[in-house]
Every structure is written in C-alpha cells, then in structure tokens.
C-alpha cells in the first residue's frame, strides 16, 4: 500500500478509536492515537506476516502487545485489516464483549497474549523467540511496550536476558510518548539515556519519529537484518495525536472523550484528512 494511503488508513484508525470511546464511556485515549501509525504500517505496510483468514497461521510473526491499555488501537486495527466486523468495534468494554478493556488472547482472533499488569509484555515476547529459535524457524516475534513501564525491574531483567542471549528474532518497539498516568516520565522517573542503557544490554537501538510512515517500516526491515542481537525500535509518538486538546496532555493517557468531547475530536481528524489528501495533491 502507498505510503497516502497508509496515512489515510491510520487516520480512520484515530476515528475508530474516538467512536469505541465515546460509546463506551471509558477507556484510553493519548496512547492509542498516539500508535496508530504504528500499528497501520505493521499489518498494512507489509511488515507482519500475518492472514486474517488464518489467524493460528503456523508461520505467522507474533505481536505481543505489553502495555495492554492501548488495545483500542490493536482492536481497530485488527477489524480493518479483516479479524472480525468492524461494526463490532463499538461492543468495547461492555458487558460479554470480546473487546476487552485489555486484551484477552482466547476472545478475539489476532490477539496473541492476555495483557495488562504493565512490565510483563517483554518476557512474554523473549517466552515466544525463544520457542522459535528451538524449533528452528524463522518467524518473527514483535512486541510494543510503553515507556512508562521501563520503570518496572521485570522490563529490565528480560532486557538483559534477551541481550545475553542475542535474540535476533525479537522486536521492541517503544512508544516513546513521555507520558504516563501520573504525568510525564522524566518527572515520574527519569527514564533518559534510553539508547545508551539498551545498547549497553546487548540492543541494537533504532530511533525513529513514530509517526513517519516510511521511518517506521524501513526500520522494522532494518530489525530484520540484524545479526546476533535483539532490537529497539525507540518511536518518538504525540500522545492524543490528530487531537489537539489531548497532545501532549497525560490526563487523557486513561480518560474517554464525552460525547461533545468526541464531536471535537473527530472534527480535529477529518482536519488531518483534509491536510493528509493535501500533502500528496
């Protein structure tokens, strides 16, 4: 797919996140609008192998999603690749829903590990390319962390681990968006130098702008090619990107638009729509 096209296609990803949260009355919004391009240039950029049709695909490359909060954005992501009907995007968080307010591996097709308790989603992803590795095959194992639970000693432990074991087979994508629940992460606990601290576990650290289309999946085949080690994607996001009065702002990181609130939010959206389908005339 063209990169305007990617862009489009992460930009009605942003609408269905508002909708689930508007309709649902809760939920996460800074996050998931802040990965949309993230998630748009894995399964539409040809980065995952992956087929909705076969979503056990013996073959397919994992995508462990660690900071489970954000699962907005992998829900709306999955219903527009072809993992089930869209219309089923608006059942978010209630009653008997398969869309969790965190991901639950056995109720949705595409979902590859139950998430939520932050720091746990690394290790998970080391469990899977280890397997791999054993059984002598090729696929990849991705996994999209925050940087808000780099403040937990699992994140670290598994860091360490997967530098010792040369783990070319995994993936870290960070989203770097320096917020977290209780305010940014240098205030919080100061996280910086993240490059240096990786890279003296083992990592190959990539820095890219998460919201450059191009960057994030030259990148990811950059990933592919290195040899003996595991790598960092480090992508620098906007919080609440698309929206103007949620950028930057970490007290929409677990709060849901209201219903005017989503009118405004949307309104921002079909703006970037206009000045996506602009940039490319």
């Known amino acids: 797919m063209e990169i305007k096209k990617l862009k489009e296609q992460a930009n009605i990803i942003r609408k269905d996140i508002i909708e689930m949260l508007v309709e649902a009355k809760s939920g996460h919004s800074a996050g998931p609008l802040g990965m949309a391009d993230v998630f748009t240039a894995l399964y539409f ?39 089930f009907p869209i219309e089923e995007l608006k059942t978010l968080r209630k009653l008997g829903s398969r869309l969790q307010g965190h991901p639950h591996n056995a109720a ?30 090729k696929n990849q194992i991705y996994v999209i962390s925050s940087d808000g639970e780099h403040d937990e000693g699992q994140t670290w432990e598994a860091i360490m681990f997967a530098g010792k074991n040369k783990m070319d087979n995994l993936t870290n994508i960070m989203d770097r968006n320096n917020i977290q629940i209780d305010g940014f ?3 919080v606990m100061p996280l910086e130098p993240l490059r240096d601290k990786y890279e003296a576990f083992g990592w190959h650290v990539i820095d890219i702008d998460g919201h450059n289309i191009q ?11 290195i040899f003996e080690k595991p790598v960092v994607i480090l992508a620098h996001t906007i919080p609440g990107k698309g929206v103007d009065f949620m950028e930057f702002d970490f007290k929409w990181h677990g709060k849901a638009p209201c219903a005017e ?14 000045k996506i389908k602009g940039e490319h005339e």
């Open 45 to 83: 950029g040809d980065v995952l192998k992956h087929d909705p049709k076969n979503p056990k695909w013996e073959q397919r490359d994992r995508l462990v999603l660690s900071n489970g909060h954000i699962c907005p954005v992998h829900y709306a992501t999955l219903a527009r690749v072809g993992y």
């Open 185 to 187: 992460t240098e205030d």
């Open 108 to 137: 949705l097709p595409g979902i590859e590990t139950s998430s939520g308790p932050l720091g746990q989603g690394i290790s998970q992803a080391i469990g899977m390319a280890l397997a791999v590795k054993m059984d002598k095959k």
């Open 215 to 225: 960057e994030i999946i030259d990148a990811c085949n950059q990933a592919k090619a």
């Open 261 to 274: 609130e989503g009118q405004k939010a949307l309104d921002c959206l079909r703006t970037l729509d206009g």
